[in-house]
Each structure stands twice: as C-alpha cells, then as structure tokens.
C-alpha cells in the first residue's frame, strides 16, 4: 500500500476516462454506418465479405432474426473449432507433434473460447499446436469478441429507436467490428508488444522453452476479453508480458473496449451523459474492487503472519509487477470478462481473492466482457430504472420508453439465469464425488476453488484458482496418456455455454420489446437516469441483487479464510 | 369488536393455498410453515420450543399478509353494503303500460317514473325535467335536475325523483348498472392485476425463485464444511430473504389506492386508469365552469359618446331587470353598485320583457313606446339599423377592445340609438393558478380548451396561468389535439360531460366523466367524478402517484432489509463452522450486533420480519406521500427513507428483538 502505487491506480483511472469518449465516439461512427478513414483501405474488403457470404447489407434484422444469427455463427464457430482441435495430429504448424487432447477436454475448450469464456484446463504450451492456437484459438478470439460487440450495437439500436423495430444486420455489424475495430487495434498492439519484446515465432522449441505466435493472439485475448492465453501462466510469463509498460498496455487493452462502449451508447441514444451515467456505475464500482484488493494483498496473508514475514503477500506474484499492479491486473480481469492474470488467484488473500469473485458475481457488468458486458448492464439498468421509476410515481421508463409487463420478466430472465447456473453448478460440484475429484485442496481453498471456477465459466470470464482441474496430463508436454475429467469438463461447457446465450438472448429480446415502443418526451415529472442520483441508485441495485445472493457462498469460501487467521 | 373478528376470520380463510398461490412470495411463505410445523411434530435435530416458535412466527407471517389485505378490502365492505341496499328491488312501469322487475331491464325499454319513486335502472331521460335526489351515491344532499336532451340527461338507478315525472330509456344491461359496478369496485372483487402490478409481481417471484436456490443450495455448500443446518433454519433464511414486506402488502397497497378513490368521490372503472393517471403528462380542462367560474360577469359599462354612463347604467339595468341568467344578474348588481340604481326605482309600470331567443340573440324591454335592447354586437348593430339609425364607429372599437382584453362584449341600444357596451368578464377561480403551479412542479402541462376566440383564450389563458389553450375548440378539434398529443409519447387525461366529449373521452388515456354529464360521456370516460369537481383530476393523479410510490418504497425497503438479515443468520448458521475445539468459528465475527445465541438471532430476524409487516400496514393503506419536488428530487428522498432506511431499521429491529427473546426469555 503506498504512494507509489496508489499513484498508479490513480493515473490508471484516468487513462480508462480518456479513452472512453476517444473510441467510443469512434465506434460510434463505425456502428451508425458513417464512413471512417480506414474505409478507404478496407472498403472494398468489406464489401467483399458480403458478397461471400451473400448478404444485404441494407437489410435489418428483428431481433429473433438477429439471435437466429447469432446463434448460427455461433454454432459454426464451435463445430469448426472443435474439429481443428481435435484434427491438430493432421494439421501444419505442429512442430512438437502434439495429438488431440481428450474429447471432453477439446468439448470444454471449444466451449470456451465460442462463449468468449477462454476457460482453460489445458496447457496452452504443453497441449495445443501453433496451428490450434493461431487458427482456431485466436480465430475465435476475434470471432467470440465481435459476436459480442455486434450483440450489444443491436441492443442499443433498440434503445435507441424511434419507430423501426429493427436492430441493425447482424453480419455487417459483424464484419466492421472485425475490420474497424478489433483488427486495426489488435495489429498495433501486438506491434507494441512486440517491442516489448513479446515473441512472436513459428519456429520449434529451444532447449525446452517453447516459443510460438505469441504477440499476434496476447493482442485479441486482452482486447476481445478473452483471456486465454499462449501460455499456461498468461500474462505473469515473461514472453507474455515482459515489462511494466506491457503490463500497462495490456490493462487498458482489456478495459478499453467494454468502458469505450458505454460511450459508443451514449452517442447512438443520442445522449452522450446517459453513456457516462453507466460508465461512472461501473467506474465507482471498479474503483472500490480495486481499493479493497490491493489493500487486502498489501495487509499480507495469515500464513505469512503466521511465518513472521512482514509486508504483503507476495505469494503468486511476478516481483516484476509487484502487488500494486497484480492487485489491479486481478480486478480489471475480474470485473471484465476477460480473465488474463499476471498473478496467481489462488494466492491472492482471503478479501483479496473474495473481490474477484465477487466482481465476476456482479454477472460481469462492472465494464464487463467486450459487447457483453454493457448488455447485461443495461438489465440492470432497467431494473434500476423499474424500481426507482416506481419510487418517483411513473410507470417506470428508460430513455423515454415505458418498461412494461414484457422487458421486466426478460429483464428478471436475463439477470438472474447466470446467478442461479453459478448456485446450481457450484452445489453439484462440492457435493458429488464426481466433483470432487477437480479439488486440488479441501477446506475453505477447496470450496473457494470450485466456486470460482463455476462462476468464472458460467460469468464467461476465464479465470480461475488454478487448482482446480479437468484435465489429466501425466507426461506433458503432449497428450499421450492424458485424460479429461468428464465432469468438470461437461458441467463447465453447459455452464460457460448457457451463461452466455441465456442473458444474450434475454437482452435482445428486451431490445426488440423496447424497439418498438413509443418515445415519451422528457418532462420535469420524468426520472433522469444521467443523474449521480441514479448512478447510486444503479450500483445499490447491482450490489443489492446480483451480490446478495452470493453472500452466503462467499462466506464459506474467502471470507472465512480472510477471518480466520489461521491456514487450513 | 366485530369487524375485527370478521376481519381475523377472513384472513383465515385466505389461508386456502389455491387462493396463496396467486401471491407466489407469500405461498412459499404458508409452505415454508407448513413445513417447519411438520419438522415439529416429526421431532428432530433441533430443541422442539426453536421449531415451534419459528413455525408459529411464519404462520404469523402469512396471517399479517392476509390481514393487511382483508383490512384493506373492509374498508370499502361497509359501503358496498349501504350500496346494495339501494338495488331497486322495485317494479318498473314501462310506457306501453306494463311492468316489469327492475333486475330485468333491458336495454332499449322505456320507462315511466313518478316524484317519489326509485329510478329503476341507469338511463338516459328521453322526456321531462325532475329533480333528482342522488345522496345515495354522491353523498350530496342538494338535489340536482335531470332533463331530456342536453347535458344533464343521465340518469342512475337507485337515485329517487323528488319532483315532477320522468320518462328514461333504460341503457344499461342486467346486473351491469353503474351501481352494480361501484359496489363491485368497491369491494375489491373487479379488482384485475394492472400491468405495472403484474410487473413487480414478476420482479418479486424472481428473486423469491433465486434465494429459494440460495437456500437450497446452501445445503450442499454447508455440508462441504461440516456445518449441517436445521430445517427450521434453512427455512427462516429463505422467509427472510424473499420479498416478504412487499409480497405481503402488495395487494392492500392497491385495493387501498383504489379506496383512496372512492374515499373522494371518484370511481375508476379500471385500476389501469387510475396507474394511468400518475403518468398523465397533458391535462384538457374546459374553461367554462372548471378554471373560470361557469358565468360571466359584468365588469365595466362604456358609453358611447353623448351618452351619461348614469343614463347608460340605468337602461342596460332595466333592459336586464327580467334576464334570470348570471350574466343578466351581475349588470343589475354593476349598476347598482356604480351609480346606486335600485331595480323597483327604474322599473316602469307598463313594463312588457322580450325574452331572449338564439334567433334574435338579444333580449329587452318595451314601455312606455320605448325599447331597449341589449344583446351580441352583430345583432344590435342590425337592429339599429332596422330601426332606421346608424351605430357609431365607436361601438365597434369598444367590442374590440373589450373582446381583445379577453371580456365579451354585449351591446345595449334605446330604439336606434346606440348606448353603450358592457364588458362581460371571464372570472377565473380563485386559487386556479396555484393548483396549475402545482401541476407543473408534478410534470403535468395544463392546456385550456374553449370555444372562444383566440384573443380571449389568450387574455384568460395568461391570467389562470396555463401552459397553453386550444381556442375555438370543436369536438373534432379537441380529439385532434388529444391524438397529437398521444403520437408524440404523451399520456393525455381530460374531464369532460356533453356527448360531443364521448370520443374524446374515449381517446384520452385518463377520461374523467362529471356524474352530472350525459350517459354517453360517463361510458366513454374510464373514471367518473360523483362530484362533478373538474379540478378533482389533480387529486386522482396524486393517488394514482402515490400507489406507485408505495410500491417502489416498500420494495426497496423489504429488499435493504435483507443485509440485516444475513448479518444476523448467517453468523448464527455458521458459529461454529471451520472452530477450533471448543470456540467459535471464524465466521462468528460477523455477529456485529451481538446476538445472545444461534437461535435467539434467527428468530429474531423472523419475528423482525413479521412484525414489520403490520407496523407498514398502515403506510400501505394510506399511501407514501407525493411531494411535488420533481423526479430526481424525490427519488433521493426516498432513496434515503426507505432504501438506506432500509439497509439500518432491521439491524436496530433485530437487536431489540434479541434483547427480548435472549436476555427475557432465555433462548
């Protein structure tokens, strides 16, 4: 806890408030259809797209076409992956000569990285070839990330309609999130990291360090939110992330798009405080998880009391970054979906590793994953607006659309199917035997483990308290007698698999109820929702029913570790 | 005594499961009872006097939820009862000379009623003026006159004629008369869920849905960490957390808004319109009758010139000596008040009075071989020349200018002279302009809607202080302005009570009929006025305000509560948990309010829970109170009251409580 780091922090906040108007205003442009620069250059690849694919541009989807869409890509996306994971044998760029990993492996994985989850059981290094990784792992990457941000540009356009009831094309939007905004920025970042002195390489293990095309997909995993990374020890490896001005790079590539977002909202809506009003819940929110962890790491461990080692702990942490910057890599990981780490959860502190679980518990709205994340926000947002709307005595109404019998049950559906998958999945797990095998520990750790890693996968997040397993890998690297744990592999792609398509089909239903509706000018009687009134009242809301239903879990788990004093 | 005691058994009855089931929250509630009780007699882990008390104190739960509602519903009992004493059992005499049972009137039959006789059903009056006694549903003892044609032409059944013979054409179906309506209404039995009631119930059945599996998966999670919780227990977690406050008072919130209604006279026949009214953005209001008073009145004589204003004063008197209307009345009192004319000093012997007619559009006297006629403009300036004069330039001037200061000009002219004008004033009502600030600090615009000319519409317009005005208003004009209105996301209530209102009516999101209006008007409109009071509408939308607002603050409150709560059970479940031998657990440190023990604690917090329920009762019945302050104003307001009111109350609650059943009684 000192100056320095707080400092730090500090100028970290401030980078994540100038960026957001800066891309947001330019992702604006890209999703209202206005031409940017880097049309020029990319026109006519992107008018290339739609003729392959035969679609016309001009026309919209409702949002059932718009999910049917989705769905499909979706769809595909998986069977494609799967395949090349499983075919990697067959497949170029295989310098090590790895096999497939276990069916139930490869059925979790592909899962994975098509709900933008980038769970991981696997090794990257020890499991997968560069083929795997560059053609399947970072495809998806891009592929998962843009399904996410074309989601919630439709989602806006229906808050923001005025008499269409329409969301927009679901492959357009697609194809310029790929081509405007992942693609370019993704390019100059791996350039950056590059000069960092990230690998970048196709060539075959030296003396037992495996190098691969490392930079190209450390860019996407932390601009998509995805977070799986090249390696085993993502963004703590040295080739992953070399230097603290890496380090900085990549927090704000993982906060830039989801914060830039609520921007991008606010100027689609056609009011640019309504997209602050959103983005400051979700800052005021980040603000306090980061406080907390870094205080609760910087106070140290009961173990290292125990030991009569002073100072904080250190346990799990690369001293390159020190705890200031683990501490804040934990929080913006957690509170976005993206679940990169250059430190090790599972050595975080009682209070220290209970806040990453609780910002993923928030449903991943602080910020949230790319696309996703503003989504889910928004049904909270009309949540919030439901009850305060009753508190001023109106029919409760966001951005002058009245939220009706309709939006609330798909609001309530969207919120609440995650927090019951992570309660339902997490019981399994710790009462089963079958469950139990995943356990690197027993005690607290074991039940923190297993709720993390159910409410990493079911939050799409990607994260985890490392000990815990679904995959068996007796001689790595390769995957010659290895073997997958059915269970956790099976629970964990329904769980990663339903708490993404469930809230992404809720939202855009809500969407397209409230495309439709009238817009009620605004009066004096009207509730304003770009007031720190209401922001207060958002984060209550976030905290009050996303966060309580978990209290009772996060007790037996880190809190009681936090309390304890004592190790187990 | 024995309304308590009806009260009590009603709320018993309610206990019947098929009828909980419509109110999911409070189901789980009676289940959750049924439950524990059953874990007392089967005996097990727990000491029998825990799983007995918490059983009892969640039946409580459910019985204060029942209470509220009958408390609620028996509130308006006593009146649908005087109501349905007036049901006409009587024999209706038709025309045509039969008879029939007043029940089974039919639409289309017309019927014959005498001074003293019960109207036997709702109709509208076809032939005759008589006068109306309509105490019985208005609560106003004055009488009031029903006529054929016109405004004033409905009729309803179970009101008595007082004078005179009536005959009426009977519009309403069997058992579908206004009174069948009104006593339904106020019992609570029409009462349909509205949409935004629907909505919060949704709100509410989902977080029940989702701590039923925090509870359920508590278990396993427990299990895990060699904690085992009791039944009892597990239940008092879930009834603690759900929802109850609200769930238990939702249904008393809304038949007491309703009450709140009837209370002032107003019956809505829908509970959508009255959640309507709290949204209203745009309110029509007649000029005439409900923001100015419904006469003009003489404010200024202006004589031509060669004319004594005294000599004016006296004729314009003697020429309105016999007009009865208001107007005529005020230039008698003006005179007098003026120049101290008195009506028998100037009112000639041989005196013969020309009544008005819509053809001649003025009125007079005659004596003496002079003539005196007052009357609009246009129609004394063609009877001055009639009468073989000219009328000066002056006279018109002086009709401008009166018409351009928002007054009416009425001419008065002795054979071919002209005399001079009266200045015939709107007079708004006093304190119209305060009820309209009102109005604007709720968000409500008020636009004024009269058949008058624009330049007058404006005059009075500024002077009440509306937003705005529709002049020279038409029926086609007035439903235009409703339309536009509504196309641009406004919600538009109006008041009205001529049939030419009726499609306005209708259009209108919230159409208040005046009970004096005509049958047609009172069916169009959702909500009719038994007063009358057009300015009845400002209070209609605060109720409509407030049933929301109760809704939303008790919603807040009961989901705030739910921190206490788990600082309370949940160190109590998890005391011992991850202990050394012999102490408490880690998770003991969150007891921050010092509970005596385990159990005492969990009690408390459903003793808490219970007991809160009729301490709100009475918050519930009567409404949270609407200030006009504005939306964000408000929302801070009850932000702090009831959301972080909310988060602090049960922690004192539950400490007092403990207090009691740990330090008192020794659990």
Same mark, same amino acid.
């Given at each position: 806890?000192?100056?320095?780091?707080?400092?730090?922090?500090?100028?970290?906040?401030?980078?994540?408030?100038?960026?957001?108007?800066?891309?947001?205003?330019?992702?604006?442009?890209?999703?209202?259809?206005?031409?940017?620069?880097?049309?020029?250059?990319?026109?006519?690849?992107?008018?290339?797209?739609?003729?392959?694919?035969?679609?016309?541009?001009?026309?919209?989807?409702?949002?059932?076409?718009?999910?049917?869409?989705?769905?499909?890509?979706?769809?595909?996306?998986?069977? @494609?992956?799967?395949?090349?994971?499983?075919?990697?044998?067959?497949?170029?760029?295989?310098?090590?000569?790895?096999?497939?990993?276990?069916?139930?492996?490869?059925?979790?994985?592909?899962?994975?990285?098509?709900?933008?989850?980038?769970?991981?059981?696997?090794?990257?290094? *020890? *499991?997968?070839?560069?083929?795997?990784?560059?053609?399947?792992?970072?495809?998806? =990457?891009?592929?998962?990330?843009?399904?996410?941000?074309?989601?919630?540009?439709?989602?806006?356009?229906?808050?923001?309609?005025?008499?269409?009831?329409?969301?927009?094309?679901?492959?357009?939007?697609? *194809?310029?999130?790929?081509?405007?905004?992942?693609?370019?920025?993704?390019?100059?970042?791996?350039?950056?990291?590059?000069?960092?002195?990230?690998?970048?390489?196709?060539?075959?293990?030296?003396?037992?360090?495996?190098? @691969?095309?490392?930079?190209?997909?450390?860019?996407?995993?932390?601009?998509?939110? =995805?977070?799986?990374?090249?390696?085993?020890?993502?963004?703590?490896?040295? %080739?992953?992330?070399?230097?603290?001005?890496? =380090?900085?790079?990549?927090?704000?590539?993982?906060?830039?798009?989801?914060?830039?977002?609520?921007?991008?909202?606010?100027?689609?809506?056609?009011?640019?405080?309504? @997209?602050?009003?959103?983005?400051?819940?979700?800052?005021?929110?980040?603000?306090?998880?980061?406080?907390?962890?870094?205080?609760?790491?910087?106070?140290?461990?009961?173990?290292?009391?125990?030991?009569?080692?002073?100072?904080?702990?250190?346990?799990?942490?690369?001293?390159?970054?020190?705890?200031?910057?683990?501490?804040?890599?934990?929080?913006? *990981?957690?509170?976005?979906?993206?679940?990169?780490?250059?430190?090790?959860?599972?050595?975080?502190?009682? %209070?220290?590793?209970?806040?990453?679980?609780?910002?993923?518990?928030?449903?991943?709205?602080?910020?949230?994953?790319?696309?996703?994340?503003?989504?889910?926000?928004?049904?909270?947002?009309?949540?919030?607006?439901?009850?305060?709307?009753?508190?001023?005595?109106?029919?409760?109404?966001?951005?002058?659309?009245?939220?009706?019998?309709?939006?609330?049950?798909?609001?309530?559906?969207?919120?609440?199917?995650?927090?019951?998958?992570?309660?339902?999945?997490?019981?399994?797990?710790?009462?089963?035997?079958?469950?139990?095998?995943?356990?690197?520990?027993?005690?607290?750790?074991?039940?923190?483990?297993?709720?993390?890693?159910?409410?990493?996968?079911?939050?799409?997040? @990607?994260?985890?308290?490392?000990?815990?397993?679904?995959?068996?890998?007796?001689?790595?690297?390769?995957?010659?007698?290895?073997?997958?744990?059915?269970?956790?592999?099976?629970?964990?792609?329904?769980?990663?698999?339903?708490?993404?398509?469930?809230?992404?089909?809720?939202?855009?239903?809500?969407?397209?109820?409230?495309?439709?509706?009238?817009?009620?000018?605004?009066?004096?009687?009207?509730?304003?929702?770009?007031?720190?009134?209401?922001?207060?009242?958002?984060?209550?809301?976030?905290?009050?029913?996303?966060?309580?239903?978990?209290?009772?879990?996060?007790?037996?788990?880190?809190?009681?570790?936090?309390?304890?004093?004592?190790?187990? | 005594?024995?309304?308590?005691?009806?009260?009590?058994?009603?709320?018993?009855?309610?206990?019947?499961?098929?009828?909980?089931?419509?109110?999911?929250?409070?189901?789980?509630?009676?289940?959750?009872?049924?439950?524990?009780?059953?874990?007392?007699?089967?005996?097990?882990?727990?000491?029998?006097?825990?799983?007995?008390?918490?059983?009892?104190?969640?039946?409580?739960?459910?019985?204060?939820?029942?209470?509220?509602?009958?408390?609620?519903?028996?509130?308006?009992?006593?009146?649908?009862?005087?109501?349905?004493?007036?049901?006409?059992?009587?024999?209706?005499?038709?025309?045509?000379?039969?008879?029939?049972?007043?029940?089974?009137?039919?639409?289309?039959?017309?019927?014959?009623?005498?001074?003293?006789?019960?109207?036997?059903?709702?109709?509208?009056?076809?032939?005759?003026?008589?006068?109306?006694?309509?105490?019985?549903?208005?609560?106003?003892?004055?009488?009031?006159?029903?006529?054929?044609?016109?405004?004033?032409?409905?009729?309803?059944?179970?009101?008595?004629?007082?004078?005179?013979?009536?005959?009426?054409?009977?519009?309403?179906?069997?058992?579908?008369?206004?009174?069948?309506?009104?006593?339904?209404?106020?019992?609570?039995?029409?009462?349909?869920?509205?949409?935004?009631?629907?909505?919060?119930?949704?709100?509410?059945?989902?977080?029940?849905?989702? #701590?039923?599996?925090?509870?359920?998966?508590?278990?396993?999670?427990?299990?895990?960490?060699?904690?085992?919780?009791?039944?009892?227990?597990?239940?008092?977690?879930?009834?603690?957390?759900?929802?109850?406050?609200?769930?238990?008072?939702? &249904?008393?919130?809304?038949?007491?808004?309703?009450?709140?209604?009837?209370?002032?006279?107003?019956?809505?026949?829908?509970?959508?319109?009255?959640?309507?009214?709290?949204?209203?953005?745009?309110?029509?209001?007649?000029?005439?009758?409900?923001?100015?008073?419904?006469?003009?009145?003489?404010?200024?004589?202006?004589?031509?010139?060669?004319?004594?204003?005294?000599?004016?004063?006296?004729?314009?008197?003697?020429?309105?000596?016999?007009?009865?209307?208001?107007?005529?009345?005020?230039?008698?009192?003006?005179?007098?008040?003026?120049?101290?004319?008195?009506?028998?000093?100037?009112?000639?012997?041989?005196?013969?009075?020309?009544?008005?007619?819509?053809?001649?559009?003025?009125?007079?006297?005659?004596?003496?071989?002079?003539?005196?006629?007052?009357?609009?403009?246009?129609?004394?300036?063609?009877?001055?020349?009639?009468?073989?004069?000219?009328?000066?330039?002056?006279?018109?001037?002086?009709?401008?200018?009166?018409?351009?200061?928002?007054?009416?000009?009425?001419?008065?002219?002795?054979?071919?002279?002209?005399?001079?004008?009266?200045?015939?004033?709107?007079?708004?009502?006093?304190?119209?302009?305060?009820?309209?600030?009102?109005?604007?600090?709720?968000?409500?615009?008020?636009?004024?809607?009269?058949?008058?000319?624009?330049?007058?519409?404006?005059?009075?317009?500024?002077?009440?202080?509306?937003?705005? #005005?529709?002049?020279?208003?038409?029926?086609?004009?007035?439903?235009?302005?409703?339309?536009?209105?509504?196309?641009?996301?406004?919600?538009?209530?109006?008041?009205?009570?001529?049939?030419?209102?009726?499609?306005?009516?209708?259009?209108?999101?919230?159409?208040?009929?005046?009970?004096?209006?005509?049958?047609?008007?009172?069916?169009?409109?959702?909500?009719?006025?038994?007063?009358?009071?057009?300015?009845?509408?400002?209070?209609?939308?605060?109720?409509?305000?407030?049933?929301?607002?109760?809704?939303?603050?008790?919603?807040?409150?009961?989901?705030?509560?739910?921190?206490?709560?788990?600082?309370?059970?949940?160190?109590?479940?998890?005391?011992?948990?991850?202990?050394?031998?012999?102490?408490?657990?880690?998770?003991?440190?969150?007891?921050?309010?010092?509970?005596? &023990?385990?159990?005492?604690?969990?009690?408390?917090?459903?003793?808490?829970?219970?007991?809160?329920?009729?301490?709100?009762?009475?918050?519930?019945?009567?409404?949270?109170?609407?200030?006009?302050?504005?939306?964000?104003?408000?929302?801070?307001?009850?932000?702090?009251?009831?959301?972080?009111?909310?988060?602090?109350?049960?922690?004192?609650?539950?400490?007092?409580?403990?207090?009691?059943?740990?330090?008192?009684?020794?659990?």
């Amino acid at each position: 806890m000192t100056a320095q780091g707080w400092l730090q922090l500090a100028v970290f906040l401030g980078l994540i408030v100038a960026v957001t108007p800066l891309l947001g205003g330019y992702m604006a442009r890209v999703f209202t259809g206005e031409r940017v620069l880097l049309a020029r250059v990319l026109g006519p690849v992107e008018r290339g797209f739609y003729r392959l694919l035969r679609v016309d541009p001009a026309h919209e989807h409702d949002w059932k076409a718009y999910a049917r869409a989705v769905l499909a890509f979706s769809l595909v996306s998986w069977l @494609g992956l799967y395949a090349i994971l499983q075919l990697q044998g067959h497949l170029p760029f295989n310098p090590a000569g790895f096999g497939p990993a276990p069916w139930d492996v490869t059925f979790n994985t592909t899962s994975s990285y098509v709900t933008n989850t980038n769970w991981q059981y696997y090794g990257g290094e *020890t *499991t997968l070839s560069n083929f795997s990784q560059m053609a399947g792992l970072a495809v998806q =990457n891009f592929a998962s990330a843009a399904v996410g941000i074309a989601v919630v540009v439709a989602v806006i356009r229906g808050f923001a309609a005025r008499s269409v009831a329409t969301l927009g094309n679901f492959w357009v939007d697609l *194809t310029r999130t790929l081509l405007y905004v992942l693609l370019p920025i993704a390019f100059v970042a791996a350039l950056v990291l590059v000069s960092q002195g990230v690998v970048q390489s196709l060539a075959a293990a030296h003396h037992g360090i495996v190098v @691969g095309p490392v930079a190209s997909q450390e860019a996407i995993k932390l601009l998509g939110t =995805n977070g799986g990374g090249f390696y085993n020890v993502n963004s703590a490896m040295p %080739f992953e992330n070399p230097t603290a001005f890496s =380090n900085l790079v990549e927090m704000l590539l993982i906060v830039c798009i989801p914060a830039a977002l609520t921007a991008t909202f606010g100027r689609m809506v056609g009011s640019r405080r309504q @997209g602050w009003a959103v983005f400051a819940g979700m800052l005021a929110l980040f603000a306090v998880a980061v406080a907390i962890v870094f205080v609760a790491e910087g106070h140290g461990s009961p173990a290292q009391h125990l030991a009569g080692v002073a100072g904080g702990n250190m346990e799990g942490k690369e001293v390159r970054f020190g705890i200031a910057d683990s501490s804040l890599f934990a929080a913006i *990981t957690t509170v976005t979906s993206c679940g990169a780490v250059n430190a090790a959860m599972q050595s975080l502190t009682g %209070f220290g590793g209970a806040l990453p679980m609780a910002s993923m518990m928030t449903g991943e709205v602080v910020f949230g994953g790319v696309g996703s994340g503003l989504a889910s926000m928004l049904l909270f947002v009309l949540l919030a607006v439901f009850l305060a709307g009753l508190m001023v005595g109106r029919t409760p109404e966001y951005l002058g659309k009245k939220i009706g019998v309709r939006e609330v049950k798909l609001t309530m559906a969207g919120t609440l199917a995650v927090p019951l998958l992570v309660l339902a999945t997490t019981a399994v797990a710790i009462a089963t035997r079958a469950g139990k095998a995943s356990l690197s520990v027993h005690g607290p750790q074991g039940f923190s483990e297993t709720l993390y890693a159910y409410t990493s996968q079911a939050n799409n997040n @990607g994260s985890a308290f490392a000990g815990y397993s679904g995959f068996v890998q007796p001689h790595p690297p390769g995957n010659a007698g290895a073997s997958g744990i059915a269970f956790a592999d099976l629970l964990g792609s329904g769980a990663m698999l339903a708490g993404r398509f469930l809230p992404l089909l809720a939202v855009l239903a809500v969407a397209g109820a409230l495309a439709g509706r009238r817009v009620a000018p605004a009066g004096p009687g009207t509730m304003r929702t770009d007031t720190p009134t209401f922001v207060v009242l958002l984060v209550g809301t976030i905290l009050l029913v996303a966060l309580l239903t978990f209290v009772p879990a996060l007790l037996l788990g880190p809190v009681v570790q936090g309390l304890a004093g004592r190790t187990f | 005594m024995t309304r308590w005691r009806e009260t009590l058994l009603e709320s018993l009855r309610k206990l019947d499961p098929r009828l909980m089931i419509h109110n999911p929250v409070m189901f789980v509630v009676e289940l959750g009872a049924a439950v524990v009780t059953v874990a007392w007699v089967v005996g097990g882990g727990d000491p029998g006097w825990y799983t007995l008390t918490v059983a009892a104190w969640l039946w409580l739960t459910v019985i204060f939820g029942n209470v509220a509602e009958a408390v609620a519903e028996g509130r308006g009992r006593a009146q649908a009862a005087t109501l349905r004493a007036m049901r006409s059992d009587t024999v209706a005499r038709l025309r045509d000379g039969g008879e029939k049972a007043a029940g089974e009137l039919l639409p289309g039959d017309v019927v014959v009623v005498d001074a003293g006789e019960t109207i036997p059903g709702d109709g509208t009056v076809i032939e005759g003026i008589a006068s109306v006694d309509e105490s019985a549903i208005t609560g106003e003892s004055a009488p009031v006159i029903r006529e054929s044609g016109g405004d004033r032409s409905a009729v309803t059944g179970g009101t008595r004629v007082l004078s005179d013979r009536i005959v009426v054409e009977i519009t309403q179906k069997p058992g579908e008369s206004f009174l069948d309506r009104m006593i339904a209404l106020v019992e609570g039995a029409a009462r349909r869920k509205t949409p935004n009631e629907i909505a919060l119930g949704i709100l509410l059945a989902g977080l029940t849905l989702i #701590f039923l599996v925090v509870v359920v998966t508590l278990r396993p999670f427990a299990g895990y960490a060699g904690t085992t919780i009791s039944l009892a227990t597990l239940v008092s977690l879930l009834v603690a957390l759900i929802p109850t406050t609200i769930g238990a008072l939702l &249904s008393a919130i809304g038949i007491a808004g309703m009450d709140r209604l009837v209370r002032r006279n107003v019956l809505a026949l829908s509970g959508r319109a009255v959640e309507a009214s709290g949204d209203v953005d745009v309110l029509l209001l007649d000029k005439t009758g409900t923001i100015t008073l419904g006469n003009r009145q003489a404010a200024e004589l202006i004589p031509m010139p060669g004319v004594a204003e005294r000599d004016f004063a006296g004729a314009a008197q003697l020429a309105s000596l016999a007009d009865e209307t208001p107007e005529g009345r005020s230039i008698v009192v003006l005179a007098k008040q003026l120049h101290g004319l008195r009506e028998p000093a100037v009112a000639p012997h041989d005196a013969r009075f020309v009544p008005f007619t819509a053809q001649t559009r003025m009125s007079g006297v005659d004596f003496d071989g002079t003539r005196l006629r007052k009357g609009a403009g246009d129609a004394i300036e063609r009877w001055i020349v009639d009468e073989g004069g000219s009328a000066p330039p002056q006279l018109r001037d002086a009709m401008d200018r009166v018409a351009r200061e928002g007054g009416t000009p009425l001419a008065v002219a002795r054979d071919n002279q002209a005399l001079g004008v009266v200045y015939l004033k709107d007079v708004v009502k006093e304190g119209m302009r305060e009820r309209f600030e009102h109005l604007r600090a709720m968000g409500i615009r008020t636009i004024m809607v009269t058949g008058d000319n624009p330049l007058t519409a404006a005059k009075i317009a500024a002077e009440a202080g509306v937003d705005d #005005f529709l002049a020279q208003a038409t029926p086609e004009a007035k439903l235009a302005l409703i339309k536009e209105h509504q196309a641009q996301g406004r919600m538009v209530a109006m008041t009205g009570d001529g049939t030419n209102d009726a499609p306005a009516l209708a259009q209108a999101d919230v159409g208040v009929a005046m009970n004096t209006g005509t049958q047609a008007a009172r069916e169009a409109g959702n909500m009719v006025d038994l007063d009358s009071n057009p300015t009845k509408l400002i209070e209609i939308v605060e109720v409509g305000k407030q049933l929301l607002i109760t809704r939303g603050a008790l919603t807040t409150f009961s989901i705030a509560n739910d921190v206490a709560k788990y600082f309370a059970i949940l160190p109590a479940i998890f005391a011992f948990t991850y202990a050394k031998a012999g102490a408490r657990g880690p998770l003991d440190t969150l007891n921050v309010m010092q509970l005596g &023990s385990p159990r005492s604690a969990i009690v408390s917090a459903i003793v808490f829970n219970a007991l809160v329920i009729p301490l709100l009762v009475p918050l519930a019945l009567r409404g949270v109170r609407y200030r006009p302050v504005g939306a964000t104003a408000l929302l801070r307001r009850n932000l702090l009251v009831y959301g972080l009111g909310g988060l602090i109350a049960p922690f004192v609650g539950i400490k007092l409580i403990d207090l009691v059943v740990h330090n008192l009684l020794g659990a």
